[in-house]
């Protein structure tokens, strides 16, 4: 027990961010609400955020914009990456919602088990 | 001993600020419906962050940061309220009755009154004083939804 | 210290409106925590650009502000004008 | 640390909630929280850009697909044991990688020595720019950035054809109901 608590300590946000995204990975399979599952999508990829952008961070270091007196930058190459992921993920939620909708106009339904069994009957 | 002053006030004002937080957050989980939680955190959290951000800029001095901290204050000061009251005007208009009624409506007040006057024959002092401590606020709002 | 003192009241008055959020029983009772879970992270974002010395980062809390009025509103208008807000009987005219 | 706890309540809460809207409202909050979580690791842009998309755009998206759908999640029929076990064996083995990473925070790790420093020191006499964030990605990687651009308008487009074709056979099929009968 003891001799956990320096990898609790030095592992935490790996740690948490592995949770949220075992969270987002458990909506995506077992939930069947589409708008649902788009949620757990987006949990799942703020985990992966999360996970760069700890990976970019100095104990002791700021933020990397360049002034006096500061030495220690945090690294600034997966915040560029994560930007780019944030837009790319919002643009590909939009895509998803409006699926969603089409299929909410095709079915009448916006659940899995309910599209399944409407696709069995025909 | 400028900087002491300008430290005690800040000290002053962080503390008020803190203490109206946690109170609103505390009054948020124990308070029995909606718009009594509302009231408990509207109203404490616009103080609380308004005296911790005024403790900011007593820190901060005449900078650019003092000036942007002043525009946050203002930015509560004018949205907190306004989310408040569209809160609840949406609460009343979607039906959620405030606790002081039951379900069909019906003032639960009278209920209480007849326990009080049950009360009050039996002990006349304490329970007059307890009858006048209502809540206004809260009978105010009600009656508003009444009308309605 | 003095901003140690008031990042701590702020994370506990957090902690106490995620409780809430979590446990709230209807929808209004959420977006009140909410509301407060997002002054709460206004101040937080002020406070920690005091405690770690450098204070440039209030534009973020600014934006956060509006951010956060303007969610509490997109819920409401939903509420209100959505299919829930027929059953609460006349809408007011305003 | 604090931040992240709370932020694991909420991603439950978003698991265990039922009702869409609740769990739209959590999602904004959740946003919020990973923004400041962001802020706290050292990376302002990232949390503004996060706020703005997550609480901002992505809420009044979800609410406007409800609005179009319906807002309860039914249950779900069989019990969910499945995806639960799969789910805990990828997070277990998740954690079992996660033991050979470096610790958090440490200036020598691999991710510190190659790149970043260059542009750090680079930023000023290449562009001009303070801000290393905004120099590496509208002048190191513009190209990249153009790209962002393409994937966002494709985006627009794909949901303005699909909501385009889901008008269209919706108003046929009512003016074939009505010549039915």
């Known amino acids: 027990m003891i001799e956990a608590i320096p990898d609790l300590v030095h592992h935490y946000n790996h740690w948490v961010s592995i949770f949220l995204m075992v969270c987002g990975l458990y909506i995506v399979v077992a939930r069947g609400n589409m708008v649902k599952k788009l949620v757990g999508l987006t949990v799942f990829q703020t985990a992966v955020f999360l996970l760069y952008i700890s990976a970019g961070k100095i104990l002791g270091g700021t933020p990397p914009i360049i002034a006096e007196g500061y030495e220690h930058y945090a690294n600034p190459l997966p915040h560029v990456l994560i930007l780019t992921a944030i837009v790319v993920g919002v643009a590909t939620l939009a895509v998803g919602l409006g699926l969603v909708v089409r299929i909410n106009e095709a079915f009448g339904t916006i659940e899995e088990e309910e599209i399944f069994e409407r696709g069995e009957q025909e | ?148 | 210290m003095m901003f140690a003192v008031a990042a701590i009241a702020v994370l506990i008055a957090l902690a106490l409106a995620v409780v809430r959020v979590l446990a709230g029983p209807t929808v209004f009772d959420r977006l009140v925590a909410a509301n407060k879970i997002g002054n709460a992270v206004i101040l937080l974002v002020a406070i920690f650009g005091f405690l770690t010395g450098r204070p440039e980062w209030l534009d973020i809390g600014i934006l956060y502000g509006l951010l956060n009025i303007i969610a509490v509103f997109a819920v409401l208008k939903f509420l209100r004008y959505g299919d829930l807000g027929v059953t609460g009987g006349e809408e007011p005219t305003d | 640390m604090v931040l992240l706890t709370l932020l694991a309540v909420v991603a439950i809460g978003i698991v265990r909630l039922r009702n869409l809207f609740a769990v739209v409202i959590l999602g904004a909050v959740y946003s919020f929280l990973i923004a400041t979580v962001f802020l706290v690791l050292d990376a302002p842009d990232v949390a503004m850009t996060e706020a703005a998309v997550g609480a901002g755009i992505a809420t009044v998206m979800m609410l406007a697909v409800l609005h179009l759908t319906k807002t309860d999640e039914s249950r779900p029929r069989q019990p969910q044991i499945f995806p639960l076990f799969v789910s805990a064996v990828t997070g277990a083995a998740l954690i079992y990688g996660t033991l050979d990473l470096p610790p958090f925070g440490e200036a020598d790790t691999p991710v510190h020595t190659h790149v970043g420093p260059y542009y750090l020191s680079q930023s000023i006499p290449d562009t001009g720019v303070p801000n290393v964030v905004a120099s590496v990605l509208a002048s190191y990687r513009g190209w990249d950035t153009l790209g962002e651009v393409v994937v966002i308008f494709t985006a627009a487009i794909g949901v303005l054809l699909l909501l385009r074709r889901a008008q269209r056979p919706t108003r046929q099929a009512t003016r074939s109901r009505r010549d039915a009968p």
Do not use: C, Y
């Open chain 2, 1 to 148: 001993m400028l900087d002491l002053v300008i430290d005690a006030i800040s000290w002053i004002l962080i503390l008020a600020g803190s203490f109206f937080l946690v109170v609103g957050a505390i009054g948020l989980n124990r308070m029995p419906d909606v718009f009594s939680r509302l009231q408990a955190t509207g109203v404490s959290d616009t103080a609380g962050a308004g005296f911790i951000l005024l403790a900011l800029v007593f820190q901060a001095g005449f900078t650019l940061v003092a000036v942007k901290l002043i525009f946050l204050i203002l930015i509560f000061l004018f949205t907190a309220p306004v989310a408040t009251h569209a809160v609840t005007r949406a609460a009343l208009s979607v039906g959620v009755t405030p606790r002081l009624f039951d379900a069909s409506g019906r003032q639960r007040r009278k209920i209480t009154e007849e326990v009080m006057r049950a009360k009050t024959a039996a002990r006349p002092e304490p329970a007059a004083q307890q009858k006048g401590k209502g809540k206004p606020g809260a009978r105010k709002k009600g009656g508003r939804s009444s009308k309605r």
